[in-house]
């Protein structure tokens, strides 16, 4: 364990969970960001254009290019918000909750598997140990700007 790295470990099973979801994508016609991008948008209320890019921690220029596949492919469609003239609402159409419930059994499925396999306790610490890992990101604790200007 001392040869393998917090980063590579982190690194190599998201690429393998995102490769097994594009896999398990491609059976649905579709891909894993899609498939996220619908489980992001609220089915009932619709969400607001600006909000899905800090949601799901993407780039505006990397969601406008999915947002614009989904609505060609009938998934979404665009409406003027109500409440602020100048946003855009993004609903999901009939065929988008349809997918969107895909989507959503295919995440179950492997949590499922995941939680078979994992003990309870096991899983309390992975979760324990991903939110320390993210609070010394989001409070600046690994490196700071000293540190980074060399």
């Known amino acids: 364990m001392k040869d393998l790295t917090i980063d590579y470990a982190l690194r190599a099973t998201w ?10 994508a491609k059976e649905f016609g579709t891909t894993m960001a899609v498939g996220f ?4 948008i609220d089915p009932k209320t ?3 254009s600006t909000a899905l890019g800090p949601k799901m921690g993407m780039e505006a ?10 609505e060609e492919k009938g998934l979404i469609e665009r409406k003027p918000n109500p409440k602020d003239g100048r946003g855009v609402l993004i609903y999901l159409t009939a065929f988008g909750l349809e997918k ?19 003990s309870e306790e096991k899983l309390r610490h992975f979760f324990e140990v991903m939110q320390t890992i993210n609070t010394l990101i989001l409070n600046r604790k690994i490196y700071t700007k000293a540190e980074t200007t060399r």
Do not use: H
């Open 15 to 24: 690429q393998a969970v995102a490769r097994m979801y594009n896999e398990e």
């Open 37 to 40: 991008t619908l489980l992001s």
């Open 100 to 118: 969107r419930k895909d989507s959503k059994d295919v995440v179950m499925r492997f949590n499922e598997v995941v939680e078979e396999n994992v």
């Open 46 to 48: 619709g969400t607001p």
């Open 61 to 70: 220029t990397s969601l406008s290019r999915i947002l614009k596949s989904m």
